[in-house]
Nanobody, 119 residues
């Protein structure tokens, strides 16, 4: 069982930056693939980024490549999403999620944190 708590959301102007954090409970954090997802009003939730348990491999949706960076600190049981050059279309509730490498789907989800980018 993993519990996830996001923080770091807020209101920022277009072109600005935010860093989201997701703190996880449990002693096996490094065994989980961690992901960030987002859901904008009236839209389906979409994948944003993911990082393997060791942190050596990452993946991004095309729309954030070059602007967002996912990272993790296994000593702190925390995953981060650094968001730069924010655009109004990045406005959404951002969720972190966890899955084991054997799982096909993310089993554990945080409650979400709102990111609003003003143009």
């Amino acid at each position: 069982q993993v519990q996830l708590v996001e923080s770091g959301g807020g209101l920022v102007q277009a072109g600005g930056s935010l860093r989201l954090s997701c703190a996880a409970s449990g002693r096996t954090f490094s065994s989980y693939v961690m992901g960030w997802f987002r859901q904008a009003p009236g839209k389906e939730r979409e994948f944003v980024a993911a990082i393997t348990g060791s942190g050596t491999s990452t993946r991004y949706v095309d729309s954030v490549k070059g602007r967002f960076t996912i990272s993790r600190d296994n000593a702190k049981n925390t995953v981060y999403l650094q968001m730069n050059s924010l655009k109004s279309e990045d406005t959404a509730v951002y969720y972190c999620a966890a899955r084991t490498s054997a799982d096909g789907e993310y089993r554990y989800w945080g409650q979400g944190t709102q990111v609003t980018v003003s143009s």
